[in-house]
């Protein structure tokens, strides 16, 4: 379902996002949970490497297929990320696009990245967050104690994700918020953030 729903999210938006999030990143890079591999065409010349991370059979092999098309060397691997296959420090830049909601525990995961990267690397977020308006927020909570976890693969609504990057010892350099997708349906993953980190 999610490889259906990711192919019609690029056309009505997502794209652009991916290119914002990657238009300045760098060096040797890891993306944890790349799932079909949407953001590949979007990495500029200046990544000389980029490891993809991805836990479930049939999208990492739609990742591997994306390879081809890609301007970058991506090697595509099994893992999760809270067991992160990868030395300390061995990354530049760490890419996390719409995956901190799934992951077990946000904290194990971020700390994870911080691991992997390099001090002064750099984390490389686009993630959809907790509401800010008080009924929005307590729906978001319902949902995600009920039906959502289900229909959307461990998919959390309701995690303050930029607060958590930062207790996991990341400095936010630039954050934005905005609403996605633009539509008049109020989603409950509307409110996203993306913006970068930096391992302090």
């Not at 799934?102 to 904290?107: E, I, K, T």
Request: hydrophobic share 45%; with cysteine.
């Amino acid at each position: 379902m999610y490889a259906r729903t990711a192919a019609a999210m690029e056309r009505h938006g997502a794209a652009k996002h991916r290119q914002r999030l990657l238009a300045d990143i760098s060096g040797r890079v890891l993306e944890v949970g790349a799932g079909s591999g949407a953001n590949f065409p979007h990495y500029p010349p200046a990544v000389t490497e980029l490891v993809a991370v991805e836990p479930e059979p049939r999208l990492r092999a739609l990742a591997e297929a994306a390879t081809s098309g890609a301007a970058v060397p991506i090697t595509v691997v099994d893992g999760v990320a809270d067991r992160l296959p990868s030395p300390d420090g061995a990354f530049d830049a760490a890419v996390s696009s719409l995956v901190l909601c799934s992951v077990p525990d946000q904290a194990t995961a971020l700390g994870e990245l911080r691991r992997v990267l390099r001090p002064g690397g750099r984390l490389f977020f686009w993630e959809h967050v907790r509401a800010s308006g008080r009924a929005a927020a307590q729906a978001q909570r319902a949902l995600d104690a009920t039906v959502w976890p289900i229909l959307g693969g461990g998919c959390h609504t309701a995690r303050d994700t930029a607060a958590t990057i930062e207790q996991a010892g990341f400095t936010i350099e630039r954050i934005e918020h905005f609403a996605f997708p633009d539509a008049r349906i109020p989603l409950p993953t509307k409110p996203q953030i993306l913006g970068t980190a930096t391992h302090t």
